[in-house]
């Protein structure tokens, strides 16, 4: 029962030296910040979807299937719930960056941070499962998101919820594994190879972010550490106690624990940045979650399976 956590604690200390050359590299000047942003969007627009797309290269699997959707919906679930928390203690009538404070607790690193997880942990099948909550982030965060950040969701639109790399790796993958027909071996390879980089080069972006602030402002600022709290403890427990009972298998349920659990989206500062909005808070909530997230991780992750073991 502590397998699954000792893989997740070994993992982290892993992603937390790749984090560290990331740091190095920016304060030595070799990644600025328009190359940690363009970086970033390789990774969001790329690297990740090939990664996606890989993953469901496979054959056809009923059981699969069913777990691929329920936890589509059982993501979704997750987001209405943190959605209802970070409406209840981030009221706009008190506070000014309330979109940003909401932001941080709703959305989570499962594609930079939870991916390269779940690959260490089960291979391609943890990108595959993966996928499923991704899929259901990005709808969320393209509607509820935007909705949030741009008043009025005046920006918010059908092609912005469907036309991202997001949910468009996703709706190609589902079409490649239930479809007799499979990737050609060439295209497949390509893709796999550039997937093959997902992890090091997420690392080194997040690494290049939280280089961008000193230590000490995210550790001594109590609203960073209160929205670090809801991201990290409050809502992984609440979906842990939920998911108990649910009729999933516990690979599944794993693999959507470990999304839910992962710290605060990089997406956070980059729509405070795209929307001018409270940047600093964002960068610095993404940075401390990232930094605790390798002892909450783990700890989640050990009481989980020892509870279903029971």
């Given at each position: 029962m502590l397998e699954y956590g000792i893989i997740i604690?070994?993992?982290?200390?892993?992603?937390?030296?790749?984090?560290?050359?990331?740091?190095?590299?920016?304060?030595?000047?070799?990644?600025?910040?328009?190359?940690?942003?363009k970086l970033s969007r390789l990774?969001?627009?790329?690297?990740?979807?090939?990664?996606?797309?890989?993953?469901?290269?496979?054959?056809?699997?009923?059981?699969?299937a069913k777990d691929?959707?329920?936890?589509?919906l059982t993501g979704l679930g997750s987001f209405l719930l943190s959605i209802l928390l970070?409406?209840?203690?981030?009221?706009?009538?008190?506070?000014?960056?309330?979109?940003?404070?909401?932001?941080?607790?709703?959305f989570t690193n499962n594609g930079f941070l939870a991916f390269p997880l779940l690959e260490g942990m089960f291979g391609s099948l943890g990108v595959f499962l993966g996928s499923a909550h991704l899929a259901a982030m990005n709808l969320v965060l393209w509607t509820y998101g935007?909705?949030?950040?741009?008043?009025?969701?005046?920006?918010?639109?059908?092609?912005?919820?469907?036309?991202?790399?997001?949910?468009?790796?996703?709706?190609?993958?589902?079409?490649?594994?239930?479809?007799?027909?499979?990737?050609?071996?060439n295209i497949f390879l390509a893709l796999k190879y550039l997937s093959g980089i997902m992890t090091p080069l997420a690392m080194i972006v997040l690494?290049?972010?939280?280089?961008?602030?000193?230590?000490?402002?995210?550790?001594?600022?109590?609203?960073?550490?209160?929205?670090?709290f809801y991201r990290l403890i409050v809502i992984p427990a609440v979906t842990m106690l939920i998911l108990y009972f649910l009729p999933l298998a516990l690979t599944a349920k794993i693999v959507l624990l470990v999304a839910v659990?992962?710290?605060?989206?990089?997406?956070?500062?980059?729509f405070a940045k795209i929307y001018h909005t409270d940047y600093l808070f964002s960068t610095r909530v993404v940075a401390l979650s990232t930094l605790l997230s390798i002892i909450t991780l783990p700890l989640i992750i050990t009481v989980f399976t020892y509870l279903s073991s029971l």
């Open positions: 604690f070994n993992q982290m200390i892993v992603m937390v030296l790749l984090v560290a050359a990331g740091y190095f590299f920016y304060k030595k000047g070799i990644i600025d910040d328009p190359a940690a942003e990774l969001s627009t790329y690297i990740i979807p090939a990664s996606i797309i890989v993953s469901f290269q496979r054959p056809y699997e009923s059981a699969l691929l959707f329920s936890l589509f970070a409406q209840k203690v981030y009221p706009p009538q008190k506070f000014a960056n309330y979109a940003d404070r909401q932001m941080c607790i709703i935007v909705y949030l950040m741009e008043e009025n969701g005046k920006q918010l639109s059908l092609k912005k919820i469907v036309a991202n790399p997001g949910v468009l790796a996703f709706l190609c993958g589902v079409i490649v594994f239930v479809s007799p027909v499979k990737l050609p071996h690494g290049s972010f939280i280089a961008q602030i000193s230590v000490k402002s995210y550790f001594n600022d109590y609203s960073v550490r209160q929205a670090s659990a992962a710290p605060t989206a990089v997406v956070s500062p980059m």
